[in-house]
């Protein structure tokens, strides 16, 4: 079986750790439990009337993918109005069994050594780190991707560009610290995406995602070797 298959075939069903691990505040608590740095969180409920503060910050929905919605606020400000998103329909069930609702976190800056922000992400299949993928902020569509040994390998298909890092993020190794101190204490018989930040202060915790990159994009070769460890093991 493909890896793509079984991220597919895991978006029709709703397990409840798994909901309470892809909602993004209930997911920061699961981070915060077992040691892991993460953003604080200034608030969460189902709506912001008025919230103000000099601190940098973002709002966020808990239950939206990939910035959707995402609001920034480098240098703090005001926000009056801002609502949960409706119940979503269409999306992995996972996702459309969290309760919605707003939040206001933190919001992190780089490590004056990489001057971008870098937004790590690590696959593990069965508590094994399996590829590790590094966005290039200024080029969203531009994907570093490594193995456990930070070695750069093909792992997504033709519709994403491969690049090859000049620098590895400053915080990268405590990253993977961190991401397999998680892995190893909710996902060790499953499959889990964990996201972390390189930033000012450290290694963050970002967020787990449960149905990674929906199951497309992976390139042949991973597809098919990633499947058969992860039902082999």
């Known amino acids: 079986m493909k890896l793509s298959e079984l991220i597919k075939e895991r978006q029709k069903y709703a397990d409840p750790f ?26 969460s409920g189902d709506s912001i009337t008025n919230f103000s503060t000099d601190t940098p910050f973002v ?11 995402v609001q920034y606020f480098p ?15 269409g999306e992995p069930s996972v996702m459309q069994n969290i309760v919605p609702k707003v939040m206001i976190e933190e919001m992190v800056f780089p490590h004056p050594n990489d001057k971008v922000l870098y937004d790590i992400k690590f696959l593990f299949l ?6 590790i993928l590094v966005t290039d902020p200024n080029n969203r569509k531009v994907k570093y991707t490594m193995d ?7 792992f997504f298909n ?25 892995s190893e204490k909710y996902f060790h018989d499953t499959f889990i995406r964990i996201d972390f930040y390189s930033t000012s202060r450290g290694a963050v915790f970002g967020e787990f995602t449960t149905n990674p990159w929906g199951g497309d994009h992976i390139c042949y070769d991973q597809n098919i070797a990633a499947g058969k460890y992860f039902m082999s093991n």
Do not use: M
Not at 163 to 180: E, F, N, Q, R, V
């Open 158 to 182: 033709d519709n994403w560009i491969f690049g090859t890092l000049t620098k590895l993020p400053h915080h990268i190794h405590d990253c993977i610290k961190y991401a397999k101190i998680l």
């Open 148 to 154: 456990e040994n930070l070695q750069p390998v093909k």
């Open 75 to 89: 240098t703090g400000g005001t926000v009056c109005n801002f609502n949960k998103s409706p119940t979503l329909s």
């Open 18 to 43: 798994l909901v309470r691990a892809e909602d993004k505040i209930s997911g920061v608590q699961l981070a915060k439990d077992a040691g892991v740095p993460t953003p604080e969180i200034f608030f």
């Open 59 to 69: 709002v966020k929905h808990n239950n939206l993918s990939s910035s959707v919605g």
């Open 126 to 131: 069965k508590n094994k780190l399996w590829s």
